[in-house]
């Protein structure tokens, strides 16, 4: 039996399949499209047939699970509008079954209709089912291109004290900064160069897909996201990218002076996601630590060390790709319990 | 004799026609156009003679002084590139006598090729001849849609520690937040709601335009900019652009929250600017500021309030129409010496 699960962020559209046998996972199989959902939705479709056409036919898929985080971009009016939407179009497109994660489990089509907003920014509930089986009593880390989610979980449940987006980001269990896509600006007021410190500006003129380019913390095949002036990904435009933040250039900067800079920008990163997880920590009572996603060694696992917590990678249990689409992996297991 | 002088920023283009009889100013007629010069840089030969033409025929102008910053935005790999570039625009269109606002005064194109930097953002240099008629001693705070320039004069002369936009970003000279198009993640991390703070989401999904829509602090004609997700200007679809910031919506957020939080941000903004105006009173020793630009009543009047600085308001002297854009003023002014 083949599960078909589905993450369908803003930024990017992740999927795992898992071929069963016997009930146990005999093999998975992962890719990952770049699709910006705030300009190019209508693109969904057919980034979902491609994406599945490159690990297996279509027809060989008995079931798809999907979960989502892109019914936040700005195309859509309301969260409500964007989870109804995408859903109509997974609906078009499957003739197998269809399930939805949510908050409240895995939900059907009609389910969904009734109270779209259970299935709103739910993947991490996903992953949390991965993560539950690693460690039963945990925080789990799990920085993305765009977002990291930090999740208590207790006698294998997560207990995430906010439900939604809008309460997650009152509570540390959503910290809006991610390892490719993050402005600059948004977590870094100025940046010291040769003892002065610089003021940035408020432009997107580079992310952090930059600062770990420059630093070479990202492989080529990660940087997936466009670049902010739509040059191209070596390091010298990165490094060019990221002299504009403090309004200069590669003339009045050196690369040398950009690599310091990269530096204290990734510090600065991983102070922003260890205030998140000290807040979680320090409330549940919680000090392990499983980490996982693209930024699980350079951001999550920092940010653990920062603070003195033991942390275990979800790398050691599985591969890298596995670990970049934690969620849409989560996403299949769940489907998998719904249909059995 | 009539003289245009021509403010070319990254996102608005500016322009000043001032009439001269015996020496005086007669009359001074102003304009401005959005022109995002980062997509659009080879409109900008279209838009200048739009500009004028809306005023007076071009036939008619004596001179023409050019100021600009638009050699930052991210087109250009350097400034030295955007400087130039610029300028072989400006040749093109006119036939009289062209200055080009430096640091060092006024350079013709023959000096300007000599040391394009000269030229790089020395707009505020412009706006400091006319301040320094107001108050020969003094701080002057101008915010425009997009920055804040923070300069001392003494004994009418300007007096800036910075020289550059990127050394100015680190004597609090340059304060990269304006009032339309300042990315809001760039200087709130947190936003509260009914006792609750929420962390924002790095995105651009909002800007000050929308914050200072929602509050009706500026008038409808003055919001240039595009808005963030390409819909339209009202104060509903402000508000909805301004719920993202928090990842929620309107069905989540009430129009009362949304703009308790506008009120919020805007405070934010201001402290942000008082910050670097702080920097530069402290330093200097000047306790007297002048402000002008867009964001001159709510914006920088409000900073130097906050510091309990003495200030005056160029619009006591001049009309706001000519404050929004008092940078291009100045260099008609600066050509007007140049040429006499």
């Known amino acids: 039996m083949k599960i078909a699960g ?21 093999e998975i199989k992962t890719d990952f499209e770049y699709l910006p959902m705030w300009s190019q939705n209508d693109k969904l479709d057919a980034t979902l047939i491609d994406l599945i056409e490159k690990i297996c036919p279509v027809e060989e898929i008995d079931a ?46 009609e389910d969904l209709i009734k109270n779209p907003i259970d ?26 291109s765009t977002t990291t989610d930090i999740i208590p979980i207790k006698n294998g449940e997560e207990c995430a004290k906010g439900r ?9 269990e959503l910290v809006y900064t991610g390892t490719l896509r993050t402005n600059l600006t948004s977590f ?49 435009e990165s490094a060019r990218r990221i002299s504009r933040v403090v309004c200069a250039d590669l003339d009045i900067l050196s690369m040398d002076e950009i690599t310091e800079m990269s530096k204290f920008i990734h510090q600065k990163q991983v102070e922003q996601i260890a205030s998140g997880l000290k807040e979680v920590s320090e409330r549940e009572g919680l000090d392990k630590v499983v980490v996982t996603g693209l930024g699980k ?5 920092e940010a653990a060390k920062l603070l003195n917590l033991d942390f275990k990678s979800m790398g050691d249990y599985y591969t890298d790709e596995e670990c970049v689409v934690a969620p849409a992996i989560g996403t299949a297991l769940m489907m998998k319990n719904f249909i059995s």
């Open 119 to 144: 299935v709103a920014a739910a993947n991490w509930k996903a992953t949390s089912q991965i993560v539950a089986e690693i460690e039963k009593d945990c925080i789990f880390v799990d920085t993305g």
């Open 6 to 26: 589905f993450d369908i962020g803003g930024a990017n559209t992740d999927l795992a399949v898992i071929d069963f046998e016997n009930g146990e996972i005999k």
């Open 188 to 236: 870094v007021d100025f940046i010291p160069i040769n003892g002065k410190d610089y003021h940035v500006a408020s432009e997107l003129f580079a992310s952090t897909a930059d600062v770990y380019n420059v630093l070479g913390l990202i492989k080529d095949e990660d940087f997936v996201c466009a670049t902010c002036d739509g040059a191209g990904k070596s390091k010298e």
């Open 297 to 301: 060694d350079i951001l999550c696992a």
């Open 164 to 172: 939604t987006d809008f309460e997650r980001s009152a509570t540390g």
């Open 64 to 109: 798809v699970g999907i979960s989502m985080t892109a019914e936040l971009v700005d195309a859509f009016e309301t969260k409500t509008e964007g989870v109804i939407d995408i859903a109509t179009t997974c609906e078009k497109l499957f003739d197998v079954p269809i399930g939805y994660i949510a908050l409240s489990g895995v939900l059907s089509l």
